[in-house]
């Protein structure tokens, strides 16, 4: 876990709603934006969905949480169901709310910078050298060696071969050298292959043919974002399908992942959903994250200049 993913699991409010809409389990950083102590919470705090929430609670939208003096405080939800039962853990994402951001930007920033680094490393010398070491191999092979020897060699091609093909995998996993190069399609095409082969899930792709290149950093940390969903689904290790989108609606451009993967809440998905969401910010878009008891869909809008 990087510090900026330990900065956010910390910052996260939460809570979970029971089948019934009462309140569970608020985490320190939901009394502390709400203005409460954990006593003073138990004692007068409220304990229904309704009696927090002002106006509308739909999840995945803009609310308002009523503070502990009274005082309007805007979020924005997302629920996590846990399965179907009913209840789910419910997310706050404070608007305007200062929470450390100059440090999350820098190290979600210095995070992206360290991934580039290293698979460019990654690409451009081990890949490299394993396919240099592959060509010498190559050309022992056509002399006349005796069985013993030309079965060693047999053996040194074979698992040079498989390790080059781990090194570009895990480089294209890590970040794809297209993305700076030929832009964010051609980047998740190469991705979304290399994904597939390494792992259960499978990827349809729709890219609208009036998606255009967007600037290098937005497509950057748009490319992060999917990269934390898709990365998630990979340690769940089960077979998921995916829907990823690419298009412009009402001279917007936007990108949708919808999978239908089951999440039960956790701490790591909270956490997941958090990064998300600040990558979103960092990349000046509109963030809608639904989570459903089978499936996510992830939906970012991006205004063209």
Not at 275 to 304: C, F, M, N, S, Y
Request: charged share 25%.
């Amino acid at each position: 876990m990087t510090t900026a993913h330990a900065l956010l699991s910390s910052r996260v409010p939460s809570f979970r709603r029971t089948a019934d809409g009462e309140i569970s389990s608020p985490n320190t950083a939901l009394l502390s934006l709400l203005g409460y102590s954990a006593e003073a919470f138990a004692d007068s705090g409220p304990r229904t969905v309704r009696e927090l929430i002002s106006g509308e609670q739909t999840p995945s939208s803009t609310v308002t949480l009523v503070g502990a003096a009274g005082n309007p405080i805007p979020v924005r939800l997302i629920e996590m169901p846990e399965g179907d039962s009913g209840a789910a853990t419910w997310l706050c994402f404070a608007i305007g709310e200062s929470v450390d951001k100059a440090l999350i930007d820098f190290l979600l920033s210095r995070d992206d910078e360290d991934k580039a680094r290293m698979a460019r490393r990654l690409h451009d010398t081990t890949a490299q050298n394993l396919a240099a070491l592959s060509m010498n191999l190559s050309m022992l092979d056509g002399m006349q060696l005796g069985e013993n020897a030309q079965h060693l060699l047999d053996e040194c091609l074979a698992l040079t071969r498989e390790c080059l093909s781990e090194v570009r995998s895990l480089s294209y996993s890590i970040q794809p050298p297209l993305l700076g190069e030929l832009g964010l399609v051609s980047a998740l095409r190469s991705y979304v292959d290399a994904y597939g082969k390494r792992t259960n899930a499978s990827i349809d792709l729709r890219i609208s043919p009036d998606f255009s290149r967007l600037p290098g950093e937005t497509e950057a940390r748009l490319f992060a974002i999917l990269q934390e969903r898709l990365s998630w689904l990979e340690r769940t290790r089960k077979p998921v399908h995916c829907i990823l989108e690419l298009g412009v609606e009402d001279g917007e451009s936007f990108i949708l992942l919808s999978d239908d993967a089951i999440c039960p809440p956790s701490e790591a998905l909270s956490l997941s959903y958090a990064v998300i969401q600040e990558r979103a910010r960092l990349a000046g878009a509109r963030l809608t994250i639904t989570a459903r008891p089978r499936g996510t869909e992830i939906r970012v809008i991006i205004a063209r200049s």
